[in-house]
């Protein structure tokens, strides 16, 4: 079997007194989406963020295809790694945020060339012309010199996700990505999204949007205070969750 | 007709010496210690300010003190210090001697004013929002890259107003520099008022000079920020996109 793209073990995260993540494990495999949902409070977003170690773990393992993401290993303990080393290390993983986070200051185009320019040392040309491409790819190809105030929050959004895509990452991480935004701009988002998804791009997404869940995960992950209580395809969790906090969850939601 | 304010005071007398050779000097000499030590200070300041947010406890403990002693004593003292006390413990003649009244406003000034830059530069860094680095280190940039191409450009809208009040307060101090004898505009008007006892004529030749050199630079500062004003929703329009339309046709500015 191929090494998951992403493998977890026992993680535990604390913020001050709060543990936040109480030992998460998961694998996610090549070409997977995997959608987490629960609570707010659970941890979910927490977790997003130590993938990427953009929050330190405090206890356990993430490895993001064979290697540690942030840590070295010695003498069987976490040793933080080198700045340069997380940071190549992060450049292979996309993330999206729920505020979008784009640079004010630069263009759509260049907040998607931002990367690839300065980290990639690409040239001008090459950059711009994956830029146009990714752009065009998220349906904003006449918005390249538009800067983000003039930008909707699905435009917005659409060009984090092509500004994420531009460093070509292995995975991409989706934390509440349409939750900030109108309810008719998500449909925009979500669509480019699923044709991620489809086109075998590994995902972990945390969401409430239980229509794109529905067509485009490959599994739903529950979690609830800090660990994962019940995992499965969606027609089955949906269908027929085993645990009462899932059930009660869900009755919720659905 | 100007009414005569008092009996020993003389109009005439101002415009005499308004452009007198040595003023003019000791204006020029005012902008060029101002300009300098504020340019050193930004420097500094910045400097300072990521060695204070660093997470290294050595350069931030070292530049939480270096602002406290500078912005603890007053800059006379701190003059006082660099150009009497140091040589004094330095003892050699060929220090003393390159050490001038010039160069040393410069380097008080510039050291003392990076102590209040690095709060200023802090405060800009602080004021742009925690996503920023989240977003700019996820897509692979270290701290150093992110502060930058992302946070320094976003800072610096904030950081420019005061440093502008910076810099006028700058130019006025500059008049310390008199105390060691620097030729400055301050100095300047002593030395002629020294000789012909036009106190008040003098002075008030001086504060002509300061307030158009004040004034001239809040003029600069505010077409500085319109400038920055790069991507926010509603832009004002610079005077050199308005003097570019004035002179024949708008060529997408």
Same mark, same amino acid.
């Given at each position: 079997?191929?090494?998951?793209? $992403?493998?977890?073990?026992?993680?535990?995260?604390?913020?001050?007194?709060?543990?936040?993540?109480r030992?998460?494990?998961?694998?996610?495999?090549?070409?997977?989406?995997?959608?987490?949902?629960?609570?707010?409070?659970?941890?979910?977003?927490?977790?997003?963020?130590?993938?990427?170690?953009?929050?330190?773990?405090?206890?356990?393992?993430?490895?993001?295809?064979?290697?540690?993401?942030?840590?070295?290993?010695?003498?069987?303990?976490l040793?933080?790694?080198?700045?340069?080393e997380?940071a190549?290390?992060?450049?292979?993983?996309?993330?999206?945020?729920?505020? @979008?986070?784009?640079?004010?200051?630069?263009?759509?185009?260049?907040?998607?060339?931002?990367?690839?320019?300065?980290?990639?040392?690409?040239?001008?040309?090459?950059?711009?012309?994956?830029g146009?491409?990714?752009?065009?790819?998220?349906?904003?190809?006449?918005?390249?010199?538009?800067?983000?105030?003039?930008?909707?929050g699905?435009?917005?959004?659409?060009?984090?996700i092509?500004?994420?895509?531009?460093?070509?990452?292995?995975?991409?991480?989706?934390?509440?990505?349409?939750?900030?935004?109108?309810?008719?701009?998500?449909?925009?988002?979500?669509?480019?999204?699923?044709?991620?998804?489809?086109?075998?791009?590994?995902?972990? $997404?945390v969401?409430?949007?239980?229509? @794109?869940?529905?067509?485009?995960?490959?599994?739903?992950?529950?979690?609830?205070?800090?660990?994962?209580?019940?995992?499965?395809?969606?027609?089955?969790?949906?269908?027929?969750?085993?645990?009462?906090?899932?059930?009660?969850?869900?009755?919720?939601?659905? | 007709?100007?009414?005569?304010?008092?009996?020993?005071?003389?109009?005439?007398? $101002?415009?005499?010496?308004?452009?007198?050779?040595?003023?003019?000097?000791?204006?020029w000499?005012?902008?060029?210690?101002? !300009?300098?030590?504020?340019?050193l200070?930004?420097?500094?300041?910045?400097?300072?300010?990521?060695?204070?947010?660093?997470?290294?406890?050595?350069t931030?403990?070292?530049?939480?003190?270096?602002?406290?002693?500078?912005?603890?004593?007053?800059?006379?003292?701190?003059?006082?210090?660099?150009?009497?006390g140091?040589?004094?413990?330095?003892?050699?003649?060929?220090?003393?001697?390159?050490? /001038?009244?010039?160069?040393?406003?410069i380097?008080?000034?510039?050291?003392?004013?990076?102590?209040?830059?690095?709060?200023?530069?802090?405060?800009?860094?602080?004021? !742009?929002?925690?996503?920023?680095?989240?977003?700019?280190?996820?897509?692979?940039? /270290?701290?150093?890259?992110?502060?930058?191409?992302?946070?320094?450009?976003?800072?610096?809208?904030?950081?420019?107003?005061? /440093?502008g009040?910076?810099?006028?307060?700058?130019?006025?101090?500059?008049?310390?520099?008199?105390?060691?004898?620097?030729?400055?505009?301050?100095?300047?008007?002593n030395?002629?008022y020294?000789?012909?006892?036009?106190?008040?004529?003098?002075l008030?030749?001086?504060?002509?000079?300061?307030?158009?050199? /004040?004034?001239?630079?809040?003029?600069?500062?505010?077409?500085?920020?319109?400038?920055?004003?790069?991507?926010?929703?509603?832009?004002?329009?610079?005077?050199?996109?308005?003097?570019?339309?004035?002179?024949?046709?708008?060529?997408?500015?």
């Amino acid at each position: 079997m191929a090494e998951p793209v $992403v493998r977890a073990v026992d993680v535990h995260k604390r913020f001050g007194r709060l543990e936040v993540l109480r030992g998460v494990d998961m694998d996610v495999a090549r070409g997977e989406v995997v959608v987490l949902i629960g609570p707010s409070g659970s941890g979910k977003t927490t977790f997003l963020r130590c993938i990427n170690h953009l929050e330190r773990v405090d206890g356990g393992r993430i490895y993001v295809d064979g290697e540690l993401v942030g840590y070295r290993e010695k003498n069987g303990r976490l040793v933080e790694d080198r700045e340069r080393e997380v940071a190549r290390k992060r450049g292979a993983i996309g993330m999206v945020f729920q505020r @979008f986070n784009l640079f004010p200051h630069l263009t759509a185009l260049g907040n998607v060339v931002e990367a690839p320019l300065r980290v990639k040392k690409l040239s001008r040309r090459e950059a711009g012309e994956m830029g146009r491409e990714l752009l065009g790819k998220v349906g904003l190809a006449d918005k390249l010199d538009a800067y983000p105030s003039q930008l909707s929050g699905g435009q917005q959004q659409r060009v984090a996700i092509a500004r994420a895509l531009a460093m070509q990452p292995k995975l991409m991480l989706f934390d509440e990505a349409t939750s900030a935004l109108d309810p008719e701009l998500v449909g925009e988002v979500l669509e480019v999204m699923k044709s991620l998804a489809h086109e075998g791009m590994t995902m972990i $997404v945390v969401s409430h949007e239980m229509g @794109f869940t529905r067509e485009a995960a490959d599994r739903i992950v529950f979690m609830d205070e800090g660990v994962i209580v019940e995992e499965g395809p969606p027609e089955e969790l949906f269908a027929r969750p085993l645990q009462p906090r899932t059930q009660a969850f869900l009755s919720k939601i659905l | 007709m100007i009414p005569p304010l008092a009996v020993e005071f003389d109009w005439d007398v $101002v415009g005499r010496y308004l452009f007198n050779p040595l003023i003019r000097e000791g204006a020029w000499r005012t902008i060029q210690v101002a !300009v300098a030590a504020q340019l050193l200070g930004v420097v500094l300041g910045l400097l300072f300010a990521l060695m204070r947010i660093s997470r290294n406890p050595v350069t931030s403990v070292f530049s939480g003190f270096y602002v406290w002693f500078f912005r603890g004593t007053p800059v006379l003292l701190q003059l006082f210090i660099l150009y009497f006390g140091i040589p004094q413990m330095v003892g050699s003649q060929t220090f003393t001697r390159e050490l /001038t009244a010039f160069r040393a406003a410069i380097l008080a000034f510039g050291v003392n004013e990076g102590a209040y830059m690095s709060e200023i530069v802090r405060a800009g860094i602080l004021s !742009v929002e925690a996503g920023q680095m989240d977003a700019a280190k996820s897509l692979g940039m /270290t701290q150093l890259q992110a502060m930058r191409h992302v946070v320094l450009p976003q800072a610096l809208r904030v950081v420019v107003p005061p /440093t502008g009040n910076e810099f006028i307060a700058m130019l006025k101090n500059t008049s310390l520099a008199s105390a060691i004898s620097l030729v400055e505009l301050l100095y300047a008007s002593n030395l002629i008022y020294s000789s012909n006892f036009k106190f008040m004529e003098l002075l008030v030749v001086a504060a002509i000079w300061y307030l158009a050199m /004040t004034s001239v630079f809040s003029l600069l500062q505010a077409e500085l920020e319109r400038l920055l004003a790069v991507g926010e929703r509603e832009r004002p329009e610079t005077l050199f996109s308005r003097a570019l339309t004035l002179m024949g046709g708008r060529r997408g500015i």
